[in-house]
């Protein structure tokens, strides 16, 4: 159980395109999702909560406009990392949290972004 | 303000020998949980076990056991006889009680640990 997936795994795209990623709880229902930001050989970096059916909740210094988040649905979240650019490039991870589950985080298996 | 700090950056043991990792916290909070997740090279974060602050009992599972000690605030994971496929990188995290469904993971830096044949 507690099985989350992320979409893609792995994506090159060119500057000032925008990439969508999505996370998915398979298995239970998530009422709060996480993203993350790892770079090479560093920790999670939270960049936003979301709940279903609200508006994220992001980290400071991390901007809102650029990062959209979009929890539709009890199963899903989204992540678009609008007009990207090189420096985005990172490995993204999302977690999912279910109420049953207390404070456990079971997270996806990431996504490389490579922004050329 | 809560804080993990996994001193350790990188361990390198040899297949079969018992290796510990250690984990010291910092937190205000009387009601927290603790956890250690594995990150092997393909990326995706495992969850090995959740603790909460009122539970001190050790834990056992397999080759994996784990040493809550709030009197020190550390919470220490060792594996014992140690494999190839233990090679990951392990973060220990704390997440704060009250905040309910806000509640956020404070991760530590993580621990790379190499298990040679």
């Known amino acids: 159980g507690a099985v989350v997936s992320q979409h893609p795994s792995r994506v090159i795209c060119k500057s000032g395109t925008s990439v969508k990623i999505e996370c998915r709880s398979l298995?239970?229902?998530?009422?709060?999702m996480f993203w993350y930001r790892q770079f090479p050989k560093q920790s999670l970096m939270l960049m936003a909560t979301s709940n279903e059916g609200s508006k994220a909740t992001y980290e400071q210094g991390v901007e809102k406009d650029k990062f959209l988040i979009n929890h539709a649905s009890l199963t899903l979240s989204t992540l678009t990392v609008t007009s990207a650019h090189p420096e985005d490039s990172s490995f993204y991870i999302c977690?999912?949290?279910?109420?049953?589950?207390?404070?456990?985080?079971?997270f996806g298996p990431g996504t490389r972004l490579l922004v050329l | 303000a809560q804080k993990v700090t996994q001193a350790q950056t990188e361990i390198s043991v040899v297949e079969k020998e018992d290796v510990t990792l250690d984990c010291v916290y910092e937190t205000r909070d009387t009601t927290y949980y603790l956890f250690w997740y594995k990150q092997p090279p393909s990326g995706e974060l495992v969850f090995l076990i959740r603790?909460?602050?009122?539970?001190?009992q050790n834990e056992i599972s397999g080759r994996y056991s784990w040493n809550f000690q709030k009197s020190t605030s550390s919470f220490n994971f060792t594996i014992t006889a140690s494999q190839v496929v233990d090679s990951a990188v392990y973060f220990c995290?704390?997440?704060?009680?009250?905040?309910?469904?806000?509640?956020?993971?404070?991760f530590g830096k993580g621990i790379t640990l190499s298990v040679r044949p």
């Open positions: 298995d239970f229902q998530a009422t709060t």
């Open positions: 995290a704390l997440s704060e009680a009250w905040r309910g469904a806000n509640s956020k993971l404070t």
């Open positions: 603790r909460n602050s009122f539970d001190e």
């Open positions: 977690s999912a949290r279910a109420l049953a589950e207390g404070k456990t985080q079971y």
